[in-house]
Structure formats: structure tokens, C-alpha cells
């Protein structure tokens, strides 16, 4: 069973950047595809991006020109660099296997002054 931990989460003033990372501990080649999802206090978990195999990479609006997903196969390692972050995207966020519905056990990113 392939599992997925993911690193990077932190307290940041608006305006600021985190990168998160995720890490598999098998070859995220032979997964595939990869998203990352995110989860507000009290709201439902929603997606984020995703980048299939061969690098094509999907972003929610909310995410379209702030957040960039890309992926280093021989590390096994999918990363979410996060610009010009926004009090709302305060979450904890997860990375997820798609086609094998694995999930993380997410990272908490909190943006506040």
C-alpha cells in the first residue's frame, strides 16, 4: 500500500508563499496521476490541482494564477508552491493518489497577520 506524507504547512501573513510537498514511498511514475484536495474548518473538502503522468496540470479557480502543482518522479515527490496566499485559503491540505484513492494525512496551512 503506497502511503503519502506531506510537509510544508505553517502560519503565513497574507500576501506570503508556502510550498508543500508530498511524498510517496513508492514511484509516484507508476501511480500516476496526482491532485492535491483541501479542507477549511467546517467546510467539505474540495480539490485544488492535479497533474497527471506526463505533467498536464488541472487548478481550481481559486487556485488558477496563485498555486503551481508539479511533480518530481525520481524523487516520488508532488509539490504545491503557493503564492500571494488569502486568509480564506487557511486549510489543512492533502495529497491524493487518484487512481489509487490514497490519501495523506494532510498539512495545515494557516494565513493570518
Known amino acids: 500500500q503506497v502511503q503519502l506524507v506531506e510537509s510544508g504547512g505553517g502560519l503565513v501573513q497574507p500576501g506570503g508563499s508556502l510550498r508543500l510537498s508530498c511524498v510517496a514511498s513508492g514511484s509516484i511514475l507508476s501511480i500516476g496521476a496526482m491532485a492535491w484536495y483541501r479542507q477549511a474548518p467546517g467546510k467539505q473538502r474540495e480539490w485544488v490541482a492535479d497533474?497527471?503522468?506526463?505533467?498536464?496540470?488541472g487548478y481550481a479557480d481559486s487556485a488558477k494564477g496563485r498555486f503551481t502543482i508539479s511533480r518530481d518522479n525520481d524523487k516520488n515527490t508532488v509539490y504545491l508552491q503557493m503564492d500571494s496566499l488569502r486568509p480564506e485559503d487557511t486549510a489543512v491540505y492533502y495529497c491524493h493518489a487518484v487512481s489509487l484513492d490514497v490519501w495523506g494525512q494532510g498539512t495545515l496551512v494557516t494565513v493570518s497577520s
Open positions: 497533474i497527471t503522468r506526463g505533467g498536464s496540470r
